[in-house]
């Protein structure tokens, strides 16, 4: 078959060189009109340099263009250094970079085939707009300054688990926030030194954890005896010297953050044998897990709590570990909730990490409300009535429940700015890694977790978000987050009052003066030396030795001159009137050589002399400085 765009050159060719096939072929019937409105069109945007590109099912920002001006040139694989990925480096090697996954949006149709008349007609034609699903889609060093694209280079240095936990580790060289506010702690455990600091994590956390459950065992002492299941009372030396340990170190912790430890005795160390917190943690562990009873006194009791009340002044995340020590193990390459796992054994955790780098988050949550995941659950008969069936709620619907629940004021007090801050700090932290390039924009999606205070808590930022409307409520956010962010890249560029949608700017960084480099600013620094040896006159290299001023005849006078009369006895013998030795003679001082300091700036020009005089006496000092 013949497309429609084909020229009618083609179409007569394949007639004349086919003739016994000529009424076997149905040609799709010429348009002139048709086509001479796609030329109108083509012309006038070519012009305005409005021809954009755009990889995968994005029928928002198709239409958006196309009703601002723009045609489309779709994209093919020659010229434009498209990647694709095998499913392979799909499943095993996913970088993190992507949060989109198969959209469930099918290609627009074309009924009058007018858009693939156009595509047709600027297919030679320069594309100053793409728009793309990865990263990679496109190689971006041979685009010119001029072409606009949706993603900046490197992104991955806070796009990715790993990325955003390293990144947050510099932000006191940027800004006074604590990250361990608005971002869980995390761990590589693929790197020794971290894997080190993850296990002393979760020993001091267990610490912590058995305390809370010491005090909250106290408070629910009578809850406790109605089960029947309980294990028999613990003996209370054990109870008790597991309170001590937990609470030295505790307090080796705090004094630890407060820098008092540099001063305590070497010889007397106060941390536990391999061993020692292998039974430690076996006992937490039949506490905490198996829910044993114990026998607690008042005295453990104040003493636990004047501890807790210490560390919830030093440790942002006390009320966010809970008691049984519960670990989120997420691979670091993996988006979408794939090959998430949660542990609160630490045997278990670092079996599962065993030679597989992985990215480690404290969380008191277990459930996480990822769509990819819950999409493929099957809804629970004792979940309550006001959840819908795709477990999504909007803005407006949560923002009701926090007002029925007496929380109203949180959501904009509370909620709103620590989201605002947590985005702002990842940001700072990755704007020197990230390539900076002009024309170049990215829609960035961050998730969040909500504490029991409403305190949010930064999980992750994703590249490229999904846009499939795979639910009612995502159906209506994705294409307003598409419409909007055309109008902040394209129309704000034109009008700077232009409406921007539901985008507000929540920062603006001052532009760092970075003075212009003009080359290294070059200084002479020396002494000047009076006395019978005057300092040599230095001149371009180019220039010719200077001629002697002294003639023949008054050399030959220097080289005969009499040489004083000490010097000229020096070699006769000395009579000696008396019977006296003579002493030696003493040896007199050097005269003082009169030392002066000067300093010569060089010009920052090429292949240029400086003259500048010693002093208003001594004779001129010529400079030469090749081209640096």
């Not at 069109?41 to 920002?61: A, D, M, W």
């Not at 009701?400 to 947590?422: C, H, I, R, T």
């Not at 030696?584 to 002066?596: D, E, F, K, L």
Request: glycine letters at 4%.
């Amino acid at each position: 078959m013949v497309q429609q765009c084909e020229s009618q050159v083609e179409i007569k060719t394949l007639q004349t060189t086919s003739p016994r096939f000529r009424h076997s072929i149905h040609l799709p019937a010429r348009n002139p009109e048709k086509l001479k409105k796609a030329k109108a069109i083509v012309e006038k945007t070519v012009k305005l340099h409005k021809v954009f590109s755009v990889q995968g099912p994005y029928p928002v920002i198709r239409a958006s263009l196309r009703a601002r001006g723009w045609v489309e040139k779709q994209m093919c694989h020659a010229g434009l250094q498209i990647y694709t990925r095998t499913a392979k480096e799909t499943c095993c090697n996913d970088a993190g970079d992507s949060d989109g996954e198969a959209d469930d949006v099918k290609q627009e149709q074309d009924l009058d085939g007018l858009y693939g008349l156009i595509s047709r007609l600027v297919r030679n034609e320069m594309v100053y707009f793409y728009w793309t699903n990865r990263r990679d889609a496109i190689n971006t060093s041979i685009l010119q300054k001029e072409q606009m694209i949706n993603h900046f280079g490197k992104g991955g240095s806070f796009t990715t688990k790993v990325g955003l936990c390293v990144n947050l580790r510099s932000l006191h060289w940027f800004d006074s926030a604590d990250p361990d506010t608005f971002f869980p702690r995390c761990y590589r455990l693929g790197a020794q030194d971290e894997k080190h600091a993850f296990i002393e994590d979760y020993r001091r956390t267990a610490c912590t954890s058995f305390l809370k459950y010491i005090v909250e065992s106290a408070q629910n002492v009578q809850e406790e005896k109605k089960n029947e299941h309980i294990q028999e009372p613990s003996e209370s030396v054990i109870v008790s010297k597991m309170v001590g340990t937990a609470l030295n170190v505790c307090q080796d912790f705090l004094e630890s953050l407060e820098h008092t430890d540099i001063d305590t005795n070497l010889e007397k160390t106060s941390s536990l044998f391999k061993e020692e917190w292998g039974e430690f943690i076996d006992s937490y562990y039949l506490f905490v897990h198996g829910r044993a009873q114990i026998k607690t006194s008042s005295h453990l009791v104040t003493c636990c709590k004047a501890m807790l009340q210490r560390l919830a002044e030093v440790s942002p995340q006390l009320d966010t570990d809970g008691i049984h020590n519960i670990w989120i193990v997420k691979p670091g390459a993996k988006s979408r909730g794939r090959g998430i796992k949660c542990a609160k054994r630490l045997d278990h955790i670092l079996s599962l990490v065993d030679n597989d780098p992985a990215l480690i988050k404290e969380s008191n949550s277990v459930h996480l409300c990822n769509n990819s995941i819950q999409k493929h659950l099957r809804p629970s008969h004792q979940r309550h009535q006001t959840i819908p069936k795709d477990n999504m709620w909007s803005n407006d619907q949560f923002m009701d429940f926090l007002s029925s629940q007496g929380y109203k004021a949180q959501w904009e007090n509370v909620v709103v700015p620590g989201m605002k801050k947590a985005v702002i700090h990842s940001l700072q932290t990755a704007q020197d890694l990230v390539d900076s390039r002009k024309n170049t924009f990215e829609l960035y999606g961050a998730d969040f977790m909500l504490g029991c205070d409403l305190h949010p808590w930064l999980i992750e930022i994703n590249a490229s978000p999904t846009m499939a409307p795979s639910t009612p409520v995502t159906a209506h956010l994705c294409a307003a987050v598409q419409e909007d962010t055309l109008r902040v890249v394209l129309d704000r560029r034109t009008d700077q009052s232009a409406n921007t949608g539901d985008f507000e700017l929540i920062y603006h960084q001052a532009a760092v003066h970075v003075p212009q480099y003009i080359g290294v600013n070059l200084f002479i620094e020396g002494f000047r030396l009076k006395g019978t040896c005057l300092l040599p006159s230095l001149r371009p290299l180019n220039h010719s030795a200077p001629k002697h001023l002294c003639t023949k005849k008054e050399m030959t006078t220097k080289k005969v001159t009499s040489l004083p009369e000490v010097v000229k006895t020096a070699k006769t013998p000395v009579k000696n009137i008396s019977n006296r030795v003579l002493p030696p003679p003493v040896p007199q001082p050097p005269a003082p050589i009169h030392i002066g300091k000067f300093t010569l700036g060089l010009q920052k020009t090429a292949h240029r002399s400086v003259r500048r005089p010693l002093d208003a006496c001594s004779r001129s000092v010529f400079l030469w400085r090749k081209g640096l």
